[in-house]
């Protein structure tokens, strides 16, 4: 389930209410993720169906940034191995756990690794966008898309 939030969608004297209400129903996620306007993913395991509500705030402070996505080659061929590259910026107190690597934009990741880079085949030729997602913990990721063209 994805639902999106817009801002600014107030009219003279009117005023929306900056909470946002979802509900799960009976259905327990294994994961909910929440994307905040600044680019934070805010993960959260497991939550709970209940009669409270779970309220969820932007955690504070600063988080990485993925600066730039280099391929080698920068224009590869349809079936050419590709090797992918993040430059990213991280607060000086975070340390990142690792990197997940969308290259079909499934939704599903296809690699995960420690270092800032991946490899990747492309099958097809035609304008690929490219999912690239820093781990920061457990609790938190930041994303970047990119787009490829392989001919
Ligand atoms: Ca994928």
């Known amino acids: 389930m994805i639902r999106e939030a817009e801002g600014a969608t107030s009219s003279h004297n009117q ?9 799960l129903g009976d259905r327990a996620p294994d994961v909910l993720e929440v994307r905040w306007l600044t680019g934070r993913i805010q993960i959260l395991a497991k939550p709970r169906p209940g009669p409270e509500p779970l ?10 940034e993925i600066t730039s996505v280099k391929f080698d080659p920068p224009e590869p061929k349809a079936g050419e191995e590709v090797s992918a590259k993040a430059s990213f910026k991280v607060p000086a107190a975070s340390r990142v756990q690792g990197f997940a690597w969308d290259f079909d934009m499934d939704n599903r ?15 097809k ?19 970047k898309g990119i787009l490829v063209q392989v001919k």
Do not use: C, W, Y
């Open 15 to 23: 005023q929306n209410s900056p909470f946002l209400h979802f509900g």
């Open 55 to 64: 309220l969820v705030e932007e955690p504070k402070g600063r988080f990485a």
């Open 109 to 123: 990741f296809e690699a995960s690794t420690d270092k800032s880079e991946a490899k990747h085949v492309f099958e």
């Open 125 to 143: 030729p035609g304008t690929h966008l490219v999912r690239v997602r820093i781990l920061e913990s457990k609790t938190s990721s930041v994303e």
